[in-house]
């Protein structure tokens, strides 16, 4: 599975941001994916799931986030909005089976206070 991480930038606090994960490869509409992130100095945290429509946020960012997906294109979603400086990390896309080999180069997000 190849997965392309793209819209991460610079924002401000309380700004949005919509990143996007382009799938390709040996993955269809009912791989389950997922959003990762890590900042520096800190372990890597799951931030969304997306698994045959069903969605989950950890660890309580349900009222700030929104994962969705495309099945036509393969592409995963994560709307953020009220962004907060410590929503700063690298942001990953991943898909089933979990795993390095199934994971993106990330796209970097700045929230600036």
């Known amino acids: 599975v190849q997965l392309v991480e793209s819209g991460g930038g610079l924002v401000q606090t309380g700004g949005s941001l919509r990143l996007s994960c382009a799938a390709s490869?040996?993955?269809?509409?009912?791989?389950?994916m997922a959003w990762y992130r890590q900042a520096p100095g800190k372990e890597r945290e799951l931030v969304a799931t997306?698994?045959?429509?069903?969605?989950t946020y950890y660890p309580a960012n349900s009222d700030r986030f929104t994962i969705s997906r495309d099945n036509i294109t393969n592409t995963l979603y994560l709307e953020m909005n009220n962004l907060k400086p410590e929503d700063t990390a690298m942001y990953y896309c991943e898909a089933s089976p979990w795993g390095p080999g199934n994971r993106g180069q990330g796209t970097q997000v700045t929230v600036s206070s």
């Open positions: 997306w698994s045959r429509g069903h969605k």
């Open positions: 490869g040996a993955i269809d509409g009912t791989t389950a």
